[in-house]
Nanobody, 122 residues
Framework: QVQLVESGGGSVQAGGSLRLSCAAS????????MAWFRRVPGLEREGVAG???????AYADSVKGRFTISQDKAKSIVYLQMSSLEPEDTAIYYC??????????????????WGQGTQVTV
């Protein structure tokens, strides 16, 4: 059974930093693509950052230069380092995974597996 468990959310002042973690289990992590999405109430989930099987990364324009996605394959954990946080970054952040991304990385429908989400408040 695939499980994704996010942690590291919380409240931070504007300009501050947070690091989110997503621990994956129940599948072959090394053969999966991972991504972070966020959702503001009333809006659709927005792709924030993605990392492919080959390690290549992609970011939403709104977070480029401020957020960094990385992973520890040995521990099956993907991270999202968030710096220079702005009030507009306030959202629930979700981790997503799949062995085959079924579309653009920043589309929620491209991933089958999701974590429960962690709240970030700036």
């Amino acid at each position: 059974q695939v499980q994704l468990v996010e942690s590291g959310g919380g409240s931070v002042q504007a300009g501050g930093s947070l690091r989110l973690s997503c621990a994956a289990s129940g599948y072959t992590y090394n053969r999966s693509c991972m991504a972070w999405f966020r959702r503001v109430p009333g809006l659709e989930r927005e792709g924030v950052a993605g990392i492919g099987i080959d390690g290549r990364t992609a970011y939403a324009d709104s977070v480029k230069g401020r957020f960094t996605i990385s992973q520890d394959k040995a521990k099956s954990i993907v991270y999202l380092q968030m710096s220079s946080l702005e009030p507009e970054d306030t959202a629930i952040y979700y981790c997503a995974a799949d062995s085959t991304v079924r579309g653009p990385w920043n589309r929620p429908t491209s991933f089958r597996y999701w974590g429960q989400g962690t709240q970030v408040t700036v």
